[in-house]
């Protein structure tokens, strides 16, 4: 049936989570046991091959494969009678006729108020990775059944002659030829010309060593004129009187080796653009520094990060991200085309993390290259990338590294990397040369983490603290503890400046712990748990933290030890953390749930919002990003969007933090929506203890009123 035919109480919940779920990567479809399929995302288009409207009304099982039907039922009643099923693997009927291989998950969605349940199928795509699978797995089979049934060939050459002086019948079913027209040709001609010089110098291996044996591929000529890919296994028999020659055993195993060969690449090259990866531009690097001359060649190594690549993900979703980047690296092939033209010049692009590139150009030319590289980059950028019908200008940091006489692929990846962060740290659209001054940046890094080792023994680490108040009552109802370093030289540092430094040398987890520990004790002296007053306090943990399986072991011993309640206690985590695939971090939240503690989805909406894991993960409340609350009172799209999540909090019993709130307009919005909860600068920036102390029980309307002033002054000015 049609959108028309679906019943207005269904049409509204649908527009209520349309925002959340159609720049999810998967596919989401709403079964209902009446209506059939009620709900489909937008990603259903690129996903399923087909438009939601394709979609509406029919039966999930007109969509899965006959065969599968039996398990796909079975799923959604098992996630009918406990919440969840799968994954499982199931082929599906695309858009274009063809089945399919689709990973299928099922969710229970219970409706608030009817009691009716619906059931969230899941789907991601993996045709490809079965599909090659399968294509490996099938070549390998066959090559049993040769084996086992003797449909290889077994030949023996004459020295002699050079003629095959035996060949067995299944030669005309491997290489189409009969008995009597291959002993007429002789063997060298079945050789590829490429591979001849190898076949000859394993030949004469063979036959200086008396019963000798070896083995080789080669690619030989089939009676149609194809070239096959096949396994010789060579033997001297010429000292054996009734069967003297070369005996040869011949396996056609050219299946196997088109697949070996395509998990090669897959494992070379970038899924998503089809450039070079990492491992494969270190391997250009080794090959091109093995083989440089350094008094007439040069090889110079850029690499290149998108200015503000968050930010378009983050504003037109992963899809448009996904297209800026396939645009990106055809730029890029296209001025490795134009160097190799006009300079003849050696050149590999590569794609090296989600938004990171890298070009490599070797040349005879060692005064301009680097320079006349980078400006050849920026004019590819000059023209505007189109993402869904509007231009976009693109910037990009650029760091250059210039290969020395003794550097390795390593160390010139190293330094162009450490040329980028530098041009990164300047500003964006910079470009910076791998020199003292952008090492001296790089060991100052390595000092960072190196004094944050000891940042906690001198207890130099300190918390500020944001409360969030309830717009009802006007109290403060909640804190989320920031954590702060105190450096004896660079002064009071922000998390940004050390927190991405911890994360990357694995002491995350141990400045963690620290943070719950004061967190902990910092709510027990403000009483937080008073049945009276039950207040609450945040902190933000990391994907390494809940990795650990630790984790919440050390959290429930933190809390005993400061006497607090677990009520009284909750953890923040992105979308991003719970998009790494991790068993251990889905137990950890289980553990950490069950303990009695809350979990937050910090930043809601930002990045692949998905209903999927406010079921998945228990969560207890929703904080709405600040960059739409900044929009509130002059983008109606922003507004729309936290009307939305807000009544999503709402329908599921969740809390719903906006945060951000900077003026009296953005919290009187707010509140006029409906929410409950607010946080910003505007009402308490995030400050010390005891600067908080004397604040927690100051109201709502106090902090309105110094928010006033600060907007009535911002007017005045």
């Not at 159609?22 to 596919?27: F, I, K, L, N, W």
């Not at 990060?305 to 991200?321: E, H, T």
Request: glycine share 6%; charged share 25%; with cysteine.
């Amino acid at each position: 049936m049609g959108s028309e035919e679906v019943p207005e109480f269904l049409m509204d919940e649908m527009a209520l989570i349309t925002h959340i779920l159609d720049h999810s990567t998967e596919a989401a479809i709403v079964l209902d046991p009446l209506l059939g399929i009620c709900y489909a995302t937008a990603s259903c288009t690129q996903v399923l091959g087909k438009a939601p409207s394709e979609l509406f009304g029919a039966a999930a099982k007109s969509f899965v494969h006959e065969s599968d039907v039996a398990r796909a039922i079975e799923a959604r009643v098992a996630a009918l009678s406990v919440g969840h099923s799968g994954p499982i693997d199931l082929r599906g009927l695309h858009g274009d006729g063809e089945y399919h291989w689709f990973e299928a998950e099922w969710w229970r969605f219970d409706e608030p108020g009817s009691g009716r349940q619906r059931v969230v199928l899941h789907l991601r795509d993996i045709d490809h990775r079965i599909k090659t699978v399968e294509a490996l797995s099938v070549s390998q089979a066959q090559q049993d059944r040769l084996l086992q049934y003797g449909a290889g060939v077994t030949a023996i050459l004459s020295q002699d002659s050079g003629f095959l002086s035996y060949v067995s019948p299944s030669i005309h079913h491997v290489l189409g030829w009969t008995q009597d027209q291959i002993s007429e040709i002789p063997m060298s001609r079945f050789i590829h010309p490429d591979d001849s010089t190898a076949f000859e110098q394993i030949q004469s291996q063979v036959l200086e060593r008396p019963n000798g044996r070896a083995q080789i591929e080669v690619r030989c000529r089939h009676k149609s004129g194809a070239w096959r890919v096949v396994e010789l296994t060579l033997e001297n028999l010429i000292s054996e009187d009734a069967d003297s020659g070369l005996l040869f055993y011949i396996y056609d195993v050219t299946d196997r080796r088109q697949a070996v060969d395509e998990l090669t690449r897959q494992q070379r090259t970038d899924s998503l653009t089809g450039l070079a990866n990492r491992y494969l531009l270190l391997d250009r690097i080794s090959i091109g520094l093995e083989g440089e001359d350094q008094a007439t060649s040069n090889m110079v190594l850029l690499k290149c990060d998108i200015d503000r690549f968050g930010m378009f993900n983050d504003a037109l979703g992963q899809d448009v991200g996904d297209d800026l980047l396939r645009e990106f690296a055809r730029r890029l092939r296209a001025l490795a085309r134009r160097l190799r033209s006009l300079r003849n010049a050696e050149v590999t692009v590569a794609r090296l993390t989600s938004d990171e590139f890298a070009l490599l150009v070797s040349s005879s030319d060692r005064e301009t290259l680097p320079a006349e590289v980078v400006e050849e980059l920026r004019q590819m950028l000059l023209e505007p990338f189109r993402l869904q019908g509007t231009e976009h200008a693109v910037t990009v940091c650029v760091g250059v590294a210039v290969a020395e006489i003794d550097s390795t692929a390593e160390e010139m990846a190293r330094d162009a990397s450490a040329a980028m962060h530098f041009a990164k740290s300047t500003g964006a659209n910079q470009v910076s040369y791998f020199n003292r001054r952008v090492r001296e940046a790089a060991i100052e890094r390595l000092e960072t983490q190196s004094d944050l080792v000891r940042a906690i023994d001198r207890d130099e680490l300190v918390l500020h603290f944001q409360p969030a108040y309830d717009t009802r009552t006007g109290l403060l109802e909640s804190t989320e503890a920031l954590v702060r370093w105190q450096h004896p030289e660079r002064g009071l540092l922000g998390p940004g400046y050390f927190v991405p430094d911890a994360e990357s040398s694995n002491r995350i987890v141990e400045l963690g712990q620290w943070v719950i520990d004061h967190a902990a004790q910092t709510a027990v002296a403000w009483n937080f748990d008073d049945p009276s007053m039950p207040r609450k306090m945040w902190v933000n943990v990391s994907a390494l933290q809940l990795q650990s399986a630790t984790f919440a072991e050390n959290l429930a011993e933190s809390l005993r030890s400061a006497g607090l309640t677990h009520s009284a206690f909750g953890i923040e985590v992105t979308e991003s953390v719970l998009l790494v695939s991790d068993p251990q971090i889905s137990k950890t939240l289980d553990d950490v749930h069950e303990s009695g503690c809350s979990i937050a989805l910090d930043d809601f909406g930002t990045g692949y919002s998905s209903l999927t894991y406010l079921q998945r993960y228990n969560v207890d409340a929703i904080k709405i990003d600040q960059s739409f609350v900044a929009g509130l009172t002059s983008d109606a799209d922003d507004a729309s969007i936290v009307v939305a999540v807000n009544s999503l909090g709402r329908s599921l019993n969740l809390s719903v933090i906006a945060e951000g709130v900077e003026t009296a307009g953005q919290l009187d919005a707010l509140i006029s929506m409906g929410c409950t909860l607010v946080s910003g600068f505007g009402l308490c920036r995030p400050i010390p203890e005891a600067e908080l102390t004397p604040l927690l029980n100051v109201p709502l309307e106090a902090r309105r009123i110094e928010i006033d002033l600060t907007d009535q002054s911002t007017a005045n000015r």
